[in-house]
């Protein structure tokens, strides 16, 4: 992580220890959320799998959601990708009933 930092990469992490995943995301070396992997795949992955919304887009989705948890407020992905104008709430509802 010290390398990520010094460099200034964004991207994710993925860290597994004793079977159990965490993805960190950076954005110019810093880290800005971290989530622990799920037996599922998250909306977010699952979208961007599906081509409905861009890496960079989902990006600033997880952005967006650090940002508002500073300020201790809890937004679900799908919520804050509408709000950006990424998606509409049916694609928000279909990738759900997907995932």
């Known amino acids: 992580m010290i390398a990520l930092r ?3 990469r964004t991207g994710i992490l993925r ?6 995943r965490t ?3 950076f ?4 880290p800005i ?3 622990e992997g799920s037996a599922g795949e998250t909306l977010g992955r699952l979208l961007v799998r599906l081509r409905a919304i861009t890496h960079e887009q989902y990006l600033h ?5 650090t940002r508002a ?3 201790n407020e809890q937004i679900p992905f799908g919520e804050t990708a509408v709000e950006l104008g990424y998606l509409t709430e049916p694609q928000v509802m279909t990738a759900l009933t997907n995932q």
């Open 6 to 8: 010094t460099s200034r």
């Open 15 to 20: 860290v597994t220890a004793e079977g159990a």
């Open 23 to 25: 993805f960190v995301y």
């Open 27 to 30: 954005k110019e070396g810093t």
């Open 33 to 35: 959320f971290a989530e």
């Open 61 to 65: 989705v997880i952005s967006e959601m």
């Open 69 to 71: 948890m500073f300020q």
